[in-house]
């Protein structure tokens, strides 16, 4: 019916007094001005490093401050023609109801980036689509209401009560969005890598033993593939592969949240290498393959990440949440869903009936910065210095600049980390007839070189600490995180309690990690906490006395410190 109608929306010189939109010309803006980077702000860092990695992946953060441009979105464009408003970037169409899919222009450049340069090789007939959401919680949320049921304790039974298979450790807005709707969150094992296909507490173990008496079997996965947050895990293509398997075995949708998929870092297998003898991964390896076969994206920057699952989705059974948070800014709250049609128009209709499309000022500006004016005598202004848009080159070698920053803070936190993770001790032992230098080295915290995202995830071997059998690893875990935030060491880290997504994972594993995020902090801030941890770690070790311990713990107490933990996982988990 709504198809039928818009016919009449195209008659020339009709006179459309049957809507009700607010007049444009009421609208308080008369246009939208920033200034904005240019495409080159930054310098990448190559997509094939040298082995070991020096010079690109490890001076300072490349920045150009004067790589400028001025963006311009004007009041109103009048571009004639069958397709203007595809192409009309103005505040008129922006401000006005839109619709729900999203603002046009914009609509239409991620589409095609989604389909010919991100995902340039999906294998079911036709490709997917997309819909823009205002951000990847929003479009989890979507995604959750439109493929499970909302299940009530004391009203629904056990056995309609459905899952939500998720890493042993994950990102736990997510989990956060699914408990309200009953769902019975389901831990699966993780390794260095990500989520375990098979071995005990891997996905076939779950699924294959799994007990009826907590409900349905899970019929969805929630999973970060790229620099997994909290553990900075990336899946390669063979574990992919064997998860997928099994999703077609046991008829389960992946929901695949890829906000760091620009951030592989090619480098840090060859630093692992160089540090350790042995690689991150020896499946997950951007920078050394194309991974778009037989089709190209058209660049080879895109074309040496590890995929998405929807490169391996032969059954359209693949959810992608992607967001312009890590790429643009997180205030953005914008992103978008890419999956199978039919899946897409369900989500549309949830859209239609809740947030309806972003926020116009959002997508108008995010639009005239990557596409720029779309005729001669379009008074906008784009994102490139000439007043263009930056177009799907610029776009591109803005992720790429992106990636090399990143990549550089990666390469600093972890080389000071890789330096300090060992507390050398030395002595003199005697015999009945020799005396002796000894050194002994004691293992504080290990990690692995993250392949990508934002995140550092450590393990702490609290066995080598001389408190270890004389108290808990829980009080000796949050002994340290207090410790960590005295003087003169004044560093805040995550502690991994509040990445588990059940009480029972947190008890048994939360305490042996912390997470470091290389990110968010000043460039040149990124050494100097990193070598604070690295000391703030080595006088905790030098405590001998478990009154200090003691006095820690009750410090964070004291100071409010457990907030963090129970906003989590609630006040009746925390149990120091």
């Not at 340069?117 to 079911?124: D, F, K, S």
């Not at 009480?503 to 990193?530: H, I, N, P, T």
Request: proline content about 6%.
């Amino acid at each position: 019916m709504a198809d039928q109608k818009n016919i009449y929306f195209k008659i020339p010189g009709i006179q459309n007094i049957a809507g009700g939109l607010p007049n444009n010309n009421y609208f308080p803006f008369d246009t939208l001005e920033a200034r904005a980077a240019v495409p080159n702000r930054f310098t990448p860092t190559p997509n094939k490093p040298v082995d070991p990695p020096v010079g690109g992946q490890t001076h300072k953060e490349s920045s150009d401050p004067s790589a400028v441009s001025k963006i311009v979105v004007p009041k109103a464009n009048e571009t004639s023609g069958i397709d203007a408003v595809l192409r009309n970037i103005d505040l008129k169409s922006a401000l006005q109801y839109g619709t729900a899919q999203g603002y046009p222009p914009l609509y239409v450049f991620l589409r095609q980036f989604t389909r010919e340069n991100l995902h340039p090789n999906v294998p079911y007939a036709g490709g997917p689509e997309i819909i823009l959401t205002c951000g990847s919680t929003d479009g989890f949320a979507k995604t959750l209401e439109a493929l499970s049921n909302t299940w009530i304790e004391n009203r629904d039974w056990v056995r309609d009560r459905e899952g939500l298979l998720v890493e042993e450790f994950a990102y736990m807005n997510a989990v956060q969005a699914a408990r309200p709707r009953g769902m019975n969150i389901v831990p699966v094992a993780i390794d260095g890598e990500g989520m375990l296909a098979a071995g005990k507490g891997g996905l076939a173990d779950v699924l294959e033993n799994w007990d009826e008496t907590k409900g349905k079997r899970p019929h969805l996965i929630y999973t970060v593939t790229i620099g997994q947050n909290p553990t900075s895990g990336t899946l390669g293509i063979q574990r992919r592969k064997d998860i997928y398997a099994l999703c077609v075995k046991y008829d389960i949708i992946i929901v695949e949240d890829d906000p760091y998929w620009y951030l592989q870092y090619p480098s840090a297998n060859a630093s692992s290498v160089a540090a350790r003898g042995v690689p991150t991964s020896t499946d997950a390896e951007p920078g050394q393959h194309n991974y778009n076969s037989p089709k190209s994206s058209g660049y080879p920057f895109l074309d040496s990440l590890v995929p998405s699952y929807l490169s391996v989705d032969t059954e359209g059974r693949v959810v992608r949440l992607d967001t312009f948070s890590k790429t643009v800014a997180p205030g953005c709250r914008l992103g978008w869903i890419t999956t199978q049609p039919a899946l897409i128009e369900r989500i549309l209709r949830i859209t239609e009936t809740s947030t309806q499309q972003p926020s116009g000022f959002v997508q108008s500006m995010i639009a005239e910065l990557i596409m720029g004016p779309q005729a001669s005598h379009d008074d906008g202004r784009g994102g490139a210095r000439d007043g263009k848009g930056w177009k799907m080159d610029g776009w591109v070698r803005w992720l790429e600049g992106l990636r090399g920053n990143y990549e550089r803070r990666m390469q600093t936190m972890c080389s000071v980390l890789e330096d300090g993770k060992y507390l050398v001790k030395s002595g003199r032992r005697q015999s009945i007839s020799n005396e002796w230098s000894v050194v002994e080295k004691a293992l504080m915290y290990d990690f692995i070189w993250p392949l990508g995202g934002m995140f550092l995830w450590l393990h702490l071997n609290l066995s080598t600490h001389p408190l270890f059998k004389k108290t808990t690893k829980e009080k000796l875990s949050h002994g340290l995180w207090v410790h960590l935030t005295t003087n003169p060491y004044l560093v805040l880290v995550a502690p991994g309690l509040i990445f588990c997504p059940t009480k029972e994972q947190a008890e048994d594993k939360g305490w042996e990690y912390f997470r470091l995020c290389f990110a968010a902090v000043d460039e040149e801030d990124v050494e100097r906490a990193s070598k604070a941890f690295v000391e703030g770690v080595k006088t905790f070790w030098a405590k001998k006395s478990l009154d200090d311990i003691e006095m820690s713990v009750q410090q964070g107490i004291e100071e409010g410190c457990n907030t963090i933990m129970i906003r989590h996982l609630g006040p009746q988990d925390i149990n120091i």
